[in-house]
T-cell receptor, first 113, second 114 residues
């Protein structure tokens, strides 16, 4: 069964460093998402992406964040200058079309020290 | 404002007992409703979904949920819980005209006693 994959599974970085989290969505999906889950809290929407552009972003998704689909298969989330409060589990999700279920990847745990 | 409430942070049930996890939502548009399960250190697995039609939906692992529009609820049920059901359960809502994003509840942690 096709699945969403994410790398790395765990990333440790120092405050102020740039990180790139990578996702490979399911191949025929058209809509892509990033969510995050701070430890012990609920899953929060960050951004949605369709047709090579951001379709919606939350207030969390400020200028420090960017997304890209560089090669038609990968979907990346970049944090330019990480803060301690960026420590969280980041989930990628993909979807065939609006209104259909979203398939989630296993997540990348980001630890900012 | 759009929101999802799961009133129970933690529930403990005995193995073999029935289970009901509550979910209430506040959403302006016609919602799509989902239940996801998350085992420790794992990603989110879809248990079931409601888009339209029959308000009682069946999912994987013997779970079912009922959409009650009048009560803005989408409670998850299972007639007989297994020890392997211990996990975190998240209710989520979305709508076609909201760009596809999902709004999640706080989650309910389920513990199962032998």
């Amino acid at each position: 069964e096709p699945e969403v994959t994410q790398t790395p599974s765990h990333q440790v970085t120092q405050m102020g460093q740039e990180v790139i989290l990578r996702c490979v969505p399911i191949s025929n999906h058209l809509y892509f998402y990033w969510y995050r889950q701070i430890l012990g809290q609920k899953v929060e929407f960050l951004v949605s992406f369709y047709n090579n552009e951001i379709s919606e972003k939350s207030e969390i998704f400020d200028d420090q964040f960017s997304v890209e689909r560089p090669d038609g298969s990968n979907f990346t989330l970049k944090i330019r200058s990480t803060k301690l409060e960026d420590s969280a589990m980041y989930f990628c999700a993909s979807q065939t079309g609006l209104g259909y279920e979203q398939y989630f990847g296993p997540g990348t745990r980001l630890t900012v020290t | 404002a759009q929101s999802v409430t799961q009133p129970d942070i933690h529930i403990t049930v005995s193995e073999g007992a029935s289970l009901e996890l509550r979910c209430n939502y506040s959403y302006g548009a016609t919602p799509y409703l989902f239940w996801y399960v998350q085992s420790p250190g794992q990603g989110l697995q879809l248990l079931l979904k409601y888009f339209s039609g029959d308000t009682l939906v069946q999912g994987i692992k013997g779970f079912e949920a009922e959409f009650k529009r009048s009560q803005s609820s989408f409670n998850l049920r299972k007639p007989s819980v297994h020890w392997s059901d211990a996990a975190e359960y998240f209710c989520a809502v979305g709508a076609r005209n909201q760009g596809g994003k999902l709004i999640f509840g706080q989650g309910t942690e389920l513990s199962v006693k032998p």
